[in-house]
């Protein structure tokens, strides 16, 4: 009998904690282009302004795009070298992470003009703010909290329904939560940075339609919030950015 009520709470307590994870889906509110060459891996809104770093060897930008038309105002190139990923702005500072390289970039966000190269320890993948500090992604279960000159702060393992859950690529800070793609899959969790739980999964499944894909069209990556709260997604070379809301499910 103690064996038997083990196990139904073992299975109460998985359905609960299953339970708290809310589901959503998205609805698209409107459509821009995005540029089919553009390998998203860091998108944001700062001062009204849209900004996106873009990914490959020999192919790396940090660029500046008009939300209308998909095209970049302003874009700087990564020496070839660099494997471009996650950026984000903090007081007037724009950092820039590289994939393998062990290194990140600062640059002067008003005029995207170089200041610094740091050393980074670990992979670079998304990368966001809570306007105090900075909080990154390698692709693995954990979160770095860091600060300006990117020592670590505090790692956040994270889990869904107990368990870690790996891939965890661009990020967004939104509401005091943090957005983050799931990598190779169509789903965002929304974060609790207090105790690395996911609250939320978004799923986004079919959002690009397959008529607009191509053979080298890739994932799912890319969360920014605007000054309105509005949300835009778009993914890896995607033709597409969209407004989009959540939709319970």
Same mark, same amino acid.
């Given at each position: 009998?103690?064996?038997?009520?083990? %196990?139904?709470?073992?299975?109460?307590?998985?359905?609960?904690?299953?339970?708290?994870?809310?589901?959503?889906?998205?609805?698209?509110?409107?459509?821009?282009?995005?540029?089919?060459?553009?390998?998203?891996?860091?998108?944001? *809104?700062?001062?009204?302004?849209?900004?996106?770093?873009?990914?490959?060897?020999?192919?790396?930008?940090?660029?500046?795009?008009?939300?209308?038309?998909?095209?970049?105002?302003?874009?700087?190139?990564?020496?070839?070298?660099? *494997?471009?990923?996650?950026?984000?702005?903090?007081?007037?500072?724009?950092?820039?992470?590289?994939?393998?390289?062990?290194?990140? *970039?600062?640059?002067?966000?008003?005029?995207?003009?170089?200041?610094?190269?740091?050393?980074?320890?670990?992979?670079?993948?998304?990368?966001?703010?809570?306007?105090?500090?900075?909080?990154?992604?390698?692709?693995?279960?954990?979160?770095? *909290?860091?600060?300006?000159?990117?020592?670590?702060?505090?790692?956040?393992?994270?889990?869904?329904?107990?368990?870690?859950?790996?891939?965890?690529?661009?990020?967004?800070?939104?509401?005091?939560?943090?957005?983050?793609?799931?990598?190779?899959?169509?789903?965002?969790?929304?974060?609790?940075?207090?105790?690395?739980?996911?609250?939320?999964? %978004?799923?986004?499944?079919?959002?690009?339609?397959?008529?607009?894909?191509?053979?080298?069209?890739?994932?799912?990556?890319? %969360?920014?919030?605007?000054?309105?709260?509005?949300?835009?997604?778009?993914?890896?070379?995607?033709?597409?950015?969209?407004?989009?809301?959540?939709?319970?499910?």
């Amino acid at each position: 009998m103690k064996r038997w009520l083990l %196990i139904v709470g073992v299975l109460l307590a998985g359905a609960c904690s299953q339970a708290q994870v809310k589901q959503y889906g998205v609805k698209v509110v409107k459509e821009y282009p995005h540029r089919t060459d553009a390998y998203t891996q860091g998108l944001f *809104f700062h001062e009204g302004v849209l900004w996106e770093t873009t990914g490959q060897y020999g192919e790396s930008t940090i660029r500046t795009v008009d939300l209308a038309s998909g095209e970049p105002i302003a874009l700087k190139k990564l020496t070839g070298k660099y *494997f471009g990923e996650g950026s984000v702005i903090l007081d007037g500072v724009l950092y820039v992470l590289t994939w393998t390289n062990k290194v990140a *970039f600062k640059y002067d966000a008003a005029t995207i003009t170089y200041q610094q190269t740091l050393r980074y320890p670990r992979e670079g993948w998304g990368l966001t703010t809570d306007g105090k500090q900075l909080i990154a992604s390698d692709g693995s279960a954990n979160l770095y *909290f860091l600060d300006k000159d990117l020592k670590l702060l505090k790692r956040l393992p994270v889990t869904m329904n107990g368990r870690s859950l790996r891939y965890l690529n661009e990020l967004e800070w939104i509401d005091g939560k943090i957005w983050a793609n799931v990598y190779t899959t169509d789903t965002i969790v929304i974060i609790n940075p207090a105790d690395g739980k996911v609250e939320a999964a %978004i799923d986004c499944t079919g959002l690009l339609p397959e008529k607009l894909r191509k053979k080298d069209t890739d994932v799912l990556n890319g %969360i920014a919030r605007d000054a309105e709260g509005r949300i835009y997604l778009t993914g890896k070379k995607w033709p597409r950015l969209y407004q989009v809301e959540l939709v319970k499910k």
